[in-house]
């Protein structure tokens, strides 16, 4: 399935792009992390630490271990500091 | 009971005036506004990114929240991206109620969701560069009390 | 760091503004604005007495309370007495602080004290005539929670 | 000794004068108020429920049994309603 992935700020910075489209076969976010890693280092330095991620499917905060689903867009972020 | 994300200032004090003109049942009204801090004396700018898909309902998630526990007569946030300037506004909530610890008790719970649940990331410009700001786990931590 | 005592009506969005204008180690302001709340809809005016020779000090012993307490890099109290009527303003406190936290409690702190310890007295005059306000026990009792 | 006595809100209605100046040989905060009770119905009335009087001396918050010393004005009035 083709995914929206979407990135902020450091995250963002380390990959390169602000969003792409993904080309994937995988079930999780976690699955989707462990392909985007494998694949270039850029994403092996933005996913090094998973516990400083964040990650919103379709705007929606979710854990590493939600399944993907029907997702049109994905985001990774560190974690937010509003206010 | 509205949301705001905008690149432009804002007036706390007319958005104050405007939520409580022609009203005599509000009796306690509560604002908190964030304002650029220059801690280290070096800081040029502030740049605030966010994710324009989610902001606006990540923010009127954590107001209706707000409005679900306590008995609101009004409620207002204002929240800006881009780059800002020390001493410039950030963001505001405000909130009324007839009793003030409704107030108090609920504009401080906005802030403590908006630190840690609203899509937005600090970037600081200085002399020696930028750097992230990174959440502090105390923010995290601030969640639990609710 | 500053107490008024006055008849006259405050514009709370100038005074905010006063507090933080030109300076950029102020991270969090706290407002609070308490005002005339027409609980019946039979309320023709609320009448605020208080005792002069008292009120400026008894206030700032709040206030220094507060500084004493918190980091606060600004504060302020303005409380009015006199004929209001509903919808008009009766008091307001605001503290700056360069944390949300400690511009938070110690607004809500102030307004404790100032329930309690402010020689003000209420009398709601309406269609029916004029009765004095009762404390409430629930305001002495927040007091102990500082 | 001559003391400055001033009453506010429903003390001050009850009484039915601001201040007054009074002569009196009271020791205490609960002397004077048991002085004034004696003198006149006025001060029962204002005096009945002294759970709900506050006293300030000298501006100063006080409790009953506290000495009127070198005090020069004296405050009754109900519990503040201040805010």
């Known amino acids: 399935m083709k995914i929206q992935v979407v990135y902020f700020a450091w995250v963002?910075?380390?990959?390169?792009?602000p969003k792409e489209t993904v080309e994937?076969?995988?079930?999780?976010?976690?699955?989707?992390?462990?392909e985007l890693v494998a694949r270039e280092e850029r994403y092996a330095a933005a996913f090094v630490d998973m516990s400083v991620v964040r990650v919103a499917l379709d705007q929606a905060l979710v854990a590493?271990?939600?399944?993907?689903?029907?997702?049109?867009?994905?985001?990774?972020?560190?974690?937010m500091t509003g206010g | 009971?509205?949301?705001?994300?905008?690149?432009?200032?804002?007036?706390?004090?007319?958005?104050?005036?405007?939520?409580?003109?022609?009203?005599?049942?509000?009796?306690?009204?509560?604002?908190?506004?964030?304002?650029?801090?220059?801690?280290?004396?070096?800081l040029e700018a502030l740049e605030l990114e966010h994710y324009p898909a989610m902001t606006q309902s990540a923010l009127e998630k954590i107001e209706a929240?707000?409005?679900?526990?306590?008995?609101?007569?009004?409620?207002?946030?204002?929240h800006r991206y881009g780059r800002l300037e020390p001493g410039q506004q950030i963001m505001m909530?405000?909130?009324?109620?007839?009793?003030?610890?409704?107030?108090?008790?609920?504009?401080?719970?906005?802030?403590?969701?908006?630190?840690?649940?609203?899509?937005?990331?600090k970037k600081e410009h200085g002399l020696e560069g930028a750097e992230w700001v990174d959440a502090k786990e105390a923010d995290e931590d601030a969640l639990k009390r609710w």
């Open chain 2, 65 to 78: 929240e707000a409005i679900a526990r306590w008995d609101l007569d009004a409620s207002l946030i204002i």
């Open chain 1, 24 to 34: 994937t076969e995988a079930l999780t976010v976690a699955d989707l992390v462990a």
């Open chain 2, 93 to 121: 909530v405000a909130t009324a109620s007839k009793h003030r610890k409704a107030a108090f008790e609920s504009a401080d719970f906005l802030m403590d969701f908006l630190k840690s649940r609203a899509p937005f990331w």
């Open chain 2, 1 to 42: 009971m509205s949301v705001r994300v905008q690149e432009t200032d804002f007036n706390v004090g007319e958005e104050l005036a405007k939520l409580t003109s022609d009203r005599v049942d509000i009796g306690a009204l509560v604002s908190f506004t964030g304002l650029v801090r220059d801690v280290t004396g070096d």
């Open chain 1, 64 to 79: 590493l271990d939600t399944p993907l689903g029907e997702t049109r867009e994905i985001a990774f972020f560190p974690p």
């Open chain 1, 12 to 17: 963002r910075e380390r990959i390169g792009v």
